[in-house]
């Protein structure tokens, strides 16, 4: 498959999608608008958000990765990654709840982006290739 084709897949379209939405909501509830660099800061709120942005960026490349690979094992691997960071984003949000963040709404749009995304997820390691036995979800 070809990097042009790449924005064809649905799940990795949907990846962007929280990418950005996981950016825009970092920006909004850290102290630190400098979002490069939220590693630095000593707040739990900064970091959390820095998280938050590491996984999601992370979420794209991973089904990238897994989309160009031959290999079987390395296609478990990626979808075993993106869900634990599937889990991670869920936890960050309460993690920024319970930091204070008062714009809850914000983070149940985020959490709403997520499932949509578990559900495109779903379905896009359903059709892997040569996956066998192995279940994906």
């Not at 498959?1 to 897949?9: E, W």
């Not at 608008?33 to 996984?55: E, G, V």
């Not at 290999?71 to 936890?91: A, C, G, L, T």
Request: glycine content about 2%; aromatic content about 8%.
């Amino acid at each position: 498959m070809s990097h042009k084709n790449l924005r064809s897949v649905p799940v990795y379209r949907k990846a962007l999608e929280l990418c950005k939405m996981s950016r825009e909501i970092a920006s909004y509830v850290t102290f630190n608008k400098d979002l490069l660099k939220l590693y630095k800061s000593n707040s739990l709120r900064d970091i959390i958000a820095d998280s938050l942005l590491t996984d999601a960026i992370l979420i794209p490349q991973k089904i990238a990765q897994t989309e160009f690979s031959a290999s079987n094992d390395e296609r478990i691997k990626n979808v075993s990654y993106i869900n634990i960071m599937i889990q991670n984003i869920n936890s960050y949000c309460t993690g920024l709840e319970k930091d204070g963040v008062k714009e809850k709404e914000y983070l149940n749009l985020l959490r709403k982006e997520i499932r949509s995304f578990r559900k495109s997820f779903k379905k896009w390691t359903g059709s892997l290739p040569n996956k066998g036995n192995i279940s994906f979800n």
